[in-house]
């Protein structure tokens, strides 16, 4: 059974950094992707980070070069590094994990404003 539970989400002020930690299941290790998901109020998900079994790393264009993933298997986690935030970056994240099947946290709230 694959679970996720999310923590580090908070506020923080435009330029701030926050890092966002999942920890997972060792079953959810044997699945292809992991990464990080967010929704914002009154929009759709987006998937903002991905990293592949293998080890390669996918960034959605609007966090590309402030957000780092990384995965660490012998402590079963994936956290996101979240630096220079936005007002923009405000939403709800999920950790997300899939291949075959998905699954997601319940999420943790991350509020970007001055």
């Known amino acids: 059974q694959v679970q996720l539970v999310e923590s580090g989400g908070g506020s923080a002020h435009p330029g701030g950094s926050l890092n966002l930690s999942c920890a997972a299941s060792?079953?959810?290790?044997?699945?292809?992707?992991m990464g990080w998901a967010r929704q914002a109020p009154g929009k759709d998900r987006e998937l903002v980070a991905q990293i592949h079994r293998g080890g390669h790393i996918r960034y959605a264009d609007s966090v590309e070069g402030r957000f780092t993933i990384s995965k660490d298997s012998a402590k079963n986690t994936v956290d996101l590094q979240m630096n220079n935030l936005r007002p923009e970056d405000t939403a709800r994240y999920y950790c997300?994990?899939?291949?075959?099947?998905?699954?997601w946290g319940s999420g943790v709230l991350v509020t970007v404003s001055a």
């Open positions: 997300d994990v899939w291949g075959p099947g998905q699954y």
């Open positions: 060792p079953s959810a290790f044997s699945l292809n992707y």
